[in-house]
Nanobody
């Protein structure tokens, strides 16, 4: 059974930083592209960043230069370092994973990030 468990969300002041983690089990982690999505209240879920099994990364324009996605294949964990946070980053952040040979996407339950003074 595939499980993706996010952690690290919380309340942070504008301009602050936060690191999210997503621990994966039940998948061939090194062969999975891992992504972070977010969904703000009243908005659609949007892609934030993706990292392939070989470490190639891609970012939404809105977070380029401020967010960094990384992975530790030995720990089956993907991270999202978020710097210079603004209130527009307030959302539920979801981790997702997809094996390169499959169209099936697995999702975590999400972790809330709130940027507010």
């Amino acid at each position: 059974q595939v499980q993706l468990v996010e952690s690290g969300g919380g309340l942070v002041q504008p301009g602050g930083s936060l690191t999210l983690s997503c621990a994966a089990s039940g998948i061939v982690f090194s062969s999975a592209a891992m992504s972070w999505y977010r969904q703000a209240p009243g908005k659609e879920r949007e892609l934030v960043a993706t990292i392939t099994g070989t470490g190639v990364t891609n970012y939404a324009d809105s977070v380029k230069g401020r967010f960094t996605i990384s992975r530790d294949n030995a720990k089956n964990t993907v991270y999202l370092l978020m710097n210079s946070l603004n209130p527009e980053a307030t959302a539920v952040y979801f981790c997702s994973g997809r094996h390169f040979w499959s169209s099936v996407t697995y999702w975590g339950q999400g972790t809330q990030v709130t940027v507010s003074s």
